[in-house]
C-alpha cells in the first residue's frame, strides 16, 4: 500500500509485515503492525523518525501534524482511505495499548522520539 500525508509532503511505501518483523519492514519503508488489520478498524504503522545506516525514514516530521490535518493511505488491495489527524502524544516506548482494536476505523503511527530513548511518538488519525 502507499501512506500519505499532504501537510508533510509525504508519500511512502507501506509493507506488510509477519508479527515481530516491524524493523524489517521499516527498513524498506512504512511497516504495517501485523497484530492490526490491514484495511478497515485500527490500523497501525511504524518507521524510523531517522534513518539508520541501511534505512528509510519516512516519520522524521509527524510532530508537526495538527488536528484536521488529511492523511491517506491507499491498501494493499487498493482501496483508498481518508483520515483526519486526532490526537498526538508520548508514550512508552512497549505501550502497545493504542494499536488495540477500535470501534471506529483510525490509523495508529508510531516512530521513535529522538533523545529519547523509552518513549515514542504516537499519532492517531479517525477516518472521515
Not at 478497515?40 to 539508520?52: R, T
Not at 516506548?93 to 508510531?110: F, G, K, P, V
Not at 516512530?111 to 479517525?126: D, E, F, N, S
Request: proline content about 3%; hydrophobic content about 40%.
Amino acid at each position: 500500500g502507499t501512506l500519505s500525508i499532504p501537510k508533510i509532503s509525504l508519500t511512502a511505501p507501506v509493507y506488510e509485515t509477519e508479527d515481530g518483523g516491524e524493523l524489517e519492514g521499516m527498513t524498506k519503508g512504512v511497516a504495517h503492525f501485523a497484530i492490526t488489520s490491514a484495511w478497515d478498524g485500527n490500523i497501525g504503522f511504524s518507521s524510523h523518525n531517522v534513518a539508520p545506516q541501511g534505512a528509510v525514514a519516512y516519520f522524521g516530521e509527524l510532530h508537526l501534524l495538527q488536528k484536521g490535518d488529511k492523511i491517506i493511505y491507499r491498501s494493499y488491495i487498493g482501496i483508498k482511505h481518508y483520515y483526519t489527524f486526532a490526537d498526538i502524544r508520548e508514550i512508552a516506548q512497549y505501550n502497545w495499548d493504542y494499536l488495540m482494536r477500535a470501534e471506529d476505523n483510525r490509523l495508529t503511527l508510531i516512530t521513535c522520539i529522538t533523545g529519547k530513548p523509552h518513549l515514542r511518538l504516537m499519532v492517531q488519525a479517525v477516518e472521515v
